[in-house]
């Protein structure tokens, strides 16, 4: 897994949208997002159901591969599609076609889904993430397989209150010096702090309001190529 430029991940949360909180309401983020060139989107709403959660990521999937995507600009190369991941839930990651799955504390454990992978019952580049708030975590799902960690959170955020005091800046270069997999920070990113983030080592970004707070896709846009040029 390559990239030539830090990864951008939104993660979802429609609560958050300021609207109805529908699956519609969020989709209109999604495409929102595909279009202005985020590279992944972790499909993170833990109270829908198993078949409301397929519908919402085909869908997604479906945006995903839809949208022109704006990441190298309206004149460069055709970009790859969003990938699309699915938080926590492996079985409607498969059954909707995701690009991955991306694990939890509470979540089946890693070096039983890299098994399972390995085994031939997911497609060639099916990716397995995982949370991580320690070192040892980190150190731990790089073990046991995991293709990529989030680590956090590094900043302040209501989100991630429940996961403990901010890690900060030290603790996050730690981990990226200590494992050789991506790592992506997560909490409280935003345009100020997601560059001291990356020169910490971090091959990326994932966040929610970063990427969700903004109405259209031309704002999200124009706060994508602000954030690259930081980078």
């Given at each position: 897994?390559?990239?030539?430029?830090?990864?951008?991940c939104?993660v979802?949360?429609?609560r958050?949208t300021?609207?109805?909180?529908s699956?519609?309401?969020l989709?209109?983020?999604?495409?929102n997002?595909?279009s202005a060139?985020?590279?992944w989107?972790?499909?993170r709403?833990?109270?829908?159901s198993?078949?409301?959660?397929?519908?919402?990521?085909?869908r997604?999937?479906h945006?995903a591969?839809a949208?022109?995507?704006a990441?190298?600009?309206p004149?460069?190369?055709?970009?790859?599609?969003?990938?699309v991941?699915?938080?926590d839930?492996?079985?409607?990651?498969?059954?909707?076609g995701?690009?991955?799955?991306?694990?939890?504390g509470?979540?089946?454990?890693v070096?039983?889904?890299?098994?399972?992978?390995?085994?031939?019952?997911?497609?060639?580049?099916?990716?397995v993430?995982a949370?991580?708030h320690h070192?040892r975590?980190?150190i731990?799902?790089?073990?046991d397989?995991?293709?990529?960690?989030?680590?956090g959170?590094?900043?302040?955020t209501?989100?991630?209150s429940?996961?403990?005091?901010?890690q900060?800046?030290d603790?996050?270069?730690?981990?990226?010096?200590?494992?050789?997999?991506?790592?992506?920070?997560?909490?409280?990113?935003?345009?100020?702090?997601?560059?001291?983030?990356?020169?910490?080592?971090?091959?990326?970004?994932?966040a929610?309001?970063?990427?969700?707070?903004?109405?259209d896709?031309?704002?999200?846009?124009a706060?994508?190529?602000?954030?690259?040029?930081?980078?």
């Amino acid at each position: 897994m390559t990239s030539n430029s830090p990864i951008l991940c939104y993660v979802t949360d429609r609560r958050l949208t300021g609207g109805d909180a529908s699956p519609d309401q969020l989709l209109r983020h999604i495409e929102n997002a595909a279009s202005a060139g985020v590279d992944w989107l972790q499909i993170r709403e833990k109270d829908l159901s198993a078949g409301e959660l397929v519908a919402l990521t085909r869908r997604a999937i479906h945006a995903a591969r839809a949208t022109p995507n704006a990441k190298l600009g309206p004149h460069g190369p055709p970009s790859a599609p969003m990938r699309v991941l699915v938080n926590d839930r492996l079985d409607v990651a498969v059954a909707a076609g995701a690009a991955g799955v991306h694990l939890g504390g509470a979540s089946i454990p890693v070096a039983q889904v890299v098994r399972w992978h390995r085994a031939g019952n997911a497609p060639d580049g099916f990716l397995v993430g995982a949370s991580c708030h320690h070192l040892r975590e980190a150190i731990g799902a790089e073990r046991d397989g995991a293709d990529y960690i989030f680590f956090g959170p590094v900043y302040e955020t209501p989100s991630k209150s429940s996961f403990g005091a901010p890690q900060g800046l030290d603790k996050l270069t730690e981990v990226c010096r200590s494992v050789r997999i991506p790592v992506l920070a997560i909490g409280g990113i935003n345009e100020e702090n997601a560059a001291a983030c990356v020169r910490a080592g971090a091959a990326g970004i994932a966040a929610i309001r970063l990427f969700q707070e903004q109405l259209d896709s031309t704002s999200l846009a124009a706060r994508i190529l602000r954030l690259r040029a930081l980078f």
